[in-house]
């Protein structure tokens, strides 16, 4: 059975013994601790794909980015902010920031604890404020960009994951939250980062037993991970 969430409430679940809600845009909210958490913003792609010569693309994914995550922190007032790595498309994407996009940033982290957890494409601490750290544990949860074998209790980002399943004749693919017993693995939140399919051998490695994919999207759904289909 698909079981259905409705995007204002978000897919409730515990992880070791902590209740957290999956949200349709992809962000993750710890309601005890007023703690949100986003993954793989990568500011600055398409800055960063023009530096290198590559195809153009249109220059809006840092405003609609932006957009996204102001929503949410209006939405919820959160005391605290986790970004959960490649928050920047490269180790210089942060100091290309636009001064608008700096004021959007510093406006939306005035008064609250920021923390950037650093990632494969942004190393480096941001010239930003905020705490940049390799990781956080908060209670049972440990925060980290990418997942590490054998973890319990672990939210991270890094592998940008997308599902796929067959609904009412149609195939329907989204950004997906990984969620089992033991980690949860959050959807990409940034515009233009693409997305792995949760079968991809990298994430299916890191399934447990019972592990779910939620769709974000405004009707969310939550699915055993057998019922996903491949992308391909």
């Known amino acids: 059975m698909f079981a259905f969430c409705i995007a204002m409430d978000g897919h409730n679940f515990t992880l070791c013994q902590a209740a957290l809600t999956a949200r349709a845009s992809g962000a993750l909210?710890?309601?005890?601790?007023?703690?949100?958490?986003?993954?793989?913003?990568?500011?600055?792609?398409?800055?960063?794909?023009?530096?290198?010569?590559?195809?153009?693309?249109?220059?809006?994914?840092?405003?609609?980015?932006?957009?996204?995550l102001e929503v949410e922190i209006a939405a919820l007032d959160p005391a605290c902010v986790i970004c959960l790595g490649d928050s920047f498309d490269d180790a210089v994407a942060d100091r290309a920031l636009p001064?608008?996009?700096?004021?959007?940033?510093?406006?939306?982290?005035?008064?609250?604890?920021?923390?950037?957890?650093?990632?494969?494409?942004?190393?480096?601490?941001?010239?930003?404020?905020?705490?940049?750290?390799?990781?956080?544990?908060?209670?049972?949860?440990?925060f980290r960009h990418c997942a590490a074998d054998g973890a319990r209790g672990e939210v991270s980002g890094h592998w940008h994951p997308k599902a796929s399943i067959a609904l009412r004749g149609r195939r329907v693919t989204r950004p997906a939250f990984v969620i089992d017993a033991g980690r949860v693995i959050l959807p990409a939140f940034g515009a233009y980062t693409g997305g792995l399919d949760i079968h991809h051998p990298d994430l299916a490695a890191l399934a447990g037993p019972e592990t779910i994919a939620v769709l974000t999207g405004k009707i969310m759904l939550a699915v055993p991970l057998s019922r996903c289909l491949g992308l391909t």
């Not at 949100?36 to 809006?60: F, N, W």
């Not at 942004?122 to 930003?128: A, H, K, N, V």
């Not at 940049?132 to 908060?138: F, H, N, Q, Y």
Request: net charge neutral.
């Open 99 to 142: 001064a608008e996009a700096r004021l959007r940033l510093s406006v939306m982290m005035a008064g609250r604890r920021w923390i950037w957890v650093t990632g494969n494409h942004d190393p480096l601490p941001p010239d930003l404020p905020g705490s940049a750290l390799e990781s956080v544990e908060i209670g049972p949860i440990s």
């Open 29 to 68: 909210w710890w309601a005890r601790q007023r703690m949100l958490c986003v993954a793989d913003l990568h500011l600055g792609k398409s800055d960063r794909i023009a530096r290198m010569g590559g195809t153009l693309l249109p220059p809006y994914e840092i405003d609609e980015t932006l957009s996204r």
